[in-house]
């Protein structure tokens, strides 16, 4: 009798996929093979990090790579209904970094754009280690879409190419600006884009915050507390949850 993985989900970049086809990665294939010794025959569950999820009967188990046939195909592109980019000055303590990018991962964010600003203490960060723990949050949680994640850049280069329809900046606490929930209609449109940037430790300069005004960014607030810039960033992630469920 087949065995279903009705319970974890494993990924699998979109290059690889070539209907009917598709070739797991080497650490994937691992854990299929030595961890959880699947056969061939056996079915499991793929996602592509961009909607898909593929039911996958396992066809080739030699070698690094597992060569699988994709007996059925289930596509979502618009998992939470819009497109959220936070844009997060460098936190300067790596683990804090990795707990930002799971737990924006398991809440739908589109995008984590890093960016350096004049209070940022630290000016690089490992993407590919952040990269492989978004990969894990993204089979865990059972999202359908793996968070893009960009190298820090200054904050004008940011300002000058972002598009979103909503451009928020959070800052805070006890400064005179409406909390973020009420800057957003609820619920949001169908396939809203939003940006929300969140300050480094120490939050935005005088400068910076004229900056963002010049730029057409409306100030917000998280609550009347201090908040590090992860648990800001999750905050804001959270909220816009509530807002497109209306």
């Excluded at 960016?115 to 492989?132: F, W």
């Excluded at 960009?150 to 909390?179: F, I, N, V």
Aim: net charge positive; proline share 8%.
């Amino acid at each position: 009798m087949d065995r279903f993985y009705s319970m974890d989900r494993f990924y699998c970049p979109p290059e690889r996929i070539h209907t009917p086809l598709l070739r797991l990665p080497p650490e994937e294939t691992h854990h299929v093979m030595h961890v959880l010794r699947y056969r061939p025959g056996d079915r499991i569950e793929v996602t592509d990090g961009r909607g898909g999820v593929y039911t996958v009967r396992l066809r080739n188990l030699r070698g690094l790579e597992i060569e699988g046939e994709i007996e059925e195909a289930v596509y979502d592109p618009d998992e939470v209904g819009y497109e959220l980019t936070l844009v997060v000055g460098v936190i300067k303590h790596p683990d804090r970094q990795a707990w930002l990018v799971e737990k924006a991962t398991e809440l739908g964010v589109r995008r984590i754009a890093w960016i350096r600003t004049s209070r940022t203490e630290r000016d690089q960060i490992r993407l590919d280690r952040l990269q492989r723990i978004a990969i894990a949050a993204l089979k865990q949680s059972g999202r359908r879409w793996l968070p893009e994640l960009l190298p820090p850049r200054a904050l004008t280069d940011w300002l000058q190419q972002d598009k979103a329809r909503w451009r928020l900046a959070a800052h805070g606490p006890g400064a005179p600006y409406p909390p973020i929930s009420s800057l957003l209609p609820r619920p949001l449109p169908k396939g809203a884009t939003i940006s929300v940037l969140i300050g480094p430790e120490g939050g935005f300069a005088d400068q910076e915050l004229e900056l963002l005004r010049a730029h057409g960014l409306a100030l917000c607030s998280l609550g009347p507390y201090r908040l590090r810039t992860e648990t800001a960033a999750v905050a804001a992630a959270a909220a816009l949850l509530w807002a497109a469920a209306g």
